[in-house]
């Protein structure tokens, strides 16, 4: 079974800049694809950032620049950098497999991020 932990969210303002961690534990491989996802209210869960089990990064338009997600595979961790952020960054942040290479794992809690002045 494998279980997710995202943290490292908050308030900030507008500009501001952010680092989102996931902490993944259980039967988790370095080969797994990883992204992080955000949820809006009232929207669907988005990917925006995933990163291959050798370093290859892709974006969502809406986040490219901005935005860097990174791995750790020796401590099973995943990372979102995000700067510039902007209101419409606000949603709560997830990270799972890729949606390539379904099932998903159980989802975690997530981590709220909440852009605003």
């Known amino acids: 079974q494998v279980q997710l932990v995202e943290s490292g969210g908050g308030l900030v303002q507008p500009g501001g800049s952010l680092r989102l961690s996931c902490a993944a534990s259980?039967?988790?491989?370095?080969?797994?694809?990883m992204g992080w996802y955000r949820q809006a209210p009232g929207k669907q869960r988005q990917l925006v950032a995933r990163?291959?089990?050798?370093?290859?990064?892709n974006y969502a338009d809406s986040v490219k620049g901005r935005f860097a997600i990174y791995r750790d595979n020796a401590k099973k961790m995943v990372y979102l950098q995000m700067n510039s952020l902007a209101p419409e960054d606000t949603a709560v942040y997830y990270c799972?497999?890729?949606?390539?290479?379904?099932?998903?794992?159980?989802w975690g809690q997530g981590t709220q991020v909440t852009v605003s002045s």
């Open positions: 259980g039967n988790i491989s370095s080969e797994n694809t």
């Open positions: 799972n497999k890729d949606p390539t290479y379904p099932p998903f794992w159980p």
């Open positions: 990163i291959t089990s050798s370093g290859s990064t």
